[in-house]
T-cell receptor, first 113, second 111 residues
């Protein structure tokens, strides 16, 4: 079974703090993704990575950065957290190829005070 | 850009069939997916359909695709209270990399 884990289920941070959200997958998937999920807005893609050290901006990259130093790990970084980044963050991974689906982690619910 | 639309809410009684509808705009969509999200959890793949298919059946789930109208539906037969969740429709872009998700349909199944 594919397993995608996220470092925290719940996180509370203060405005201006630097925040790291970690995602690890154990299936040697090339592609990894970070989404945020907000009520009424669905899932929006923040960043994705095709492979190690590669990254691409998604639909809403502003205020975020990412790091992919190892194939199994994809980190989302909030350089200076703001209250409008309070959200549910979902990580996903997939093997590269036609039609291959994305497998999701359980999510991290982040509250920025 | 690409867009995927779903109705936001559906309420059914246990034992009835549920039909969740989705429309998309990308004419070059290759694969279309249905995901389920239970409270507090990530998304779980339910089923998918390739764009050259009209229908796919998997136990209680039936997916219908009308490519001309860019309309996708998910039918759940004999809906159970455990089917209560948010259902997301998603389409894969022609580059086979990213997914565009709808906003999700909350299905509430009452006893």
């Amino acid at each position: 079974d594919v397993k995608v884990t996220q470092s925290s289920r719940y996180l509370v941070k203060r405005t201006g703090e630097k925040v790291f959200l970690e995602c690890v997958q154990d299936m040697d998937h090339e592609n990894m993704f970070w989404y945020r999920q907000d009520p009424g807005l669905g899932l929006r893609l923040i960043y994705f990575s095709y492979d190690v050290k590669m990254k691409e901006k998604g639909d809403i990259p502003e205020g975020y950065s990412v790091s992919r130093e190892k194939k199994e790990r994809f980190s989302l970084i909030l350089e200076s957290a703001s209250t409008n980044q309070t959200s549910m963050y979902l990580c996903a991974s997939r093997i590269s190829g036609r039609g291959e689906t994305q497998y999701f982690g359980p999510g991290t619910r982040l509250l920025v005070l | 850009g690409e867009d995927v639309e779903q109705s936001l809410f559906l309420s059914v009684r246990e034992g009835d069939s549920s039909v969740i509808n989705c429309t998309y705009t990308d004419s070059s969509s290759t694969y279309l997916y249905w995901y389920k999200q239970e409270p507090g959890a990530g998304l779980q793949l339910l089923t998918y359909i390739f764009s050259n298919m009209d229908m796919k059946q998997d136990q209680r789930l039936t997916v219908l695709l009308n490519k001309k109208d860019k309309h996708l539906s998910l039918r759940i037969a004999d809906t159970q209270t455990g089917d209560s969740a948010i259902y997301f429709c998603a389409d894969m872009n022609s580059g086979y990399s990213t997914l565009t998700f709808g906003k999700g349909t909350m299905l509430l199944v009452s006893p």
